[in-house]
């Protein structure tokens, strides 16, 4: 549909024959020109343009005749058969493109996603390694400290002359090394070289000790008041002197 005013008509008269035909062939012609341009999808979803550029083309071109176009509208496009199937197609492929390029979108957000997870979770887990070593190191420190501790006592309880502090000091690493003999794996019948009274003997060196050191009459301490005797109880391995 084309709207025009005629401003001259002299020139509408005798530039021109049959003025109403020859604008409807200037504007189809014109319209396959600016269809032809334009893709498939294109001509049915930009209507608006098309109107546009066909005005300009076909107004300048009546420019000579006194007549002014006005206004051009399109009021349906119908492409033949084989186009349409094309154009179907064309769109289908465009929709199955789409979809795949966010599946693959998706699947990368995925895989972001879940690298980023492994690095927190790996970070984690360092940092909590590395918390366990740190409390690790401070109980060996401290195990050692007390250790250090106890060796001290026990020197300065043989310097000053103690025997039990030697009983215990030798009975502690005798304990020891029995244990490692009821842990090992491939030990089934212990045999003890030793009788029960020495053993009994060498402990009962280490609760006197024991006894002395809450009593605070070490090797160190001022003597106590004489007690009565006590029982006679069997000598360790360690001991010295005649059973």
Avoid: C
């Avoid at 498939?40 to 930009?46: A, P, W």
């Avoid at 009021?75 to 465009?94: L, S, Y």
Wanted: glycine residues 6%; charged residues 25%.
């Amino acid at each position: 549909m084309v709207f025009f005013q005629v401003l001259d008509d002299a020139k509408a008269a005798y530039e021109v024959s049959e003025l109403h035909v020859a604008i409807m062939q200037l504007a189809t012609t014109n319209l396959r020109t600016v269809m032809g341009s334009m893709d498939l999808d294109e001509t049915l979803s930009k209507r608006d343009e098309i109107n546009t550029r066909l005005l300009q083309v076909v107004d300048q071109a009546t420019e000579a005749w006194g007549v002014k176009i006005t206004r051009v509208e399109l009021k349906d496009i119908r492409p033949p058969a084989d186009i349409v199937n094309a154009m179907t197609r064309q769109m289908k492929a465009e929709r199955e493109k789409r979809a795949s390029i966010l599946e693959s979108e998706g699947a990368r957000q995925n895989d972001i996603n879940r690298a980023e997870g492994q690095k927190q979770s790996q970070i984690l887990e360092a940092e909590g390694r590395r918390e366990a070593a740190f409390r690790d190191a401070e109980a060996r420190e401290r195990s050692a400290q007390a250790e250090a501790t106890a060796t001290k006592m026990v020197s300065d309880a043989i310097e000053g002359g103690s025997v039990q502090a030697i009983n215990y000091f030798i009975a502690q690493k005798y304990v020891e090394a029995i244990g490692l003999f009821a842990t090992s794996p491939n030990a089934k019948t212990i045999l003890f070289p030793v009788e029960a009274t020495q053993l009994m003997g060498t402990l009962g060196g280490i609760g006197e000790l024991a006894r002395e050191a809450i009593s605070g009459n070490g090797p160190s301490s001022p003597p106590s008041p004489p007690r009565a005797p006590a029982p006679v109880r069997p000598r360790g391995p360690f001991e010295g002197g005649p059973q």
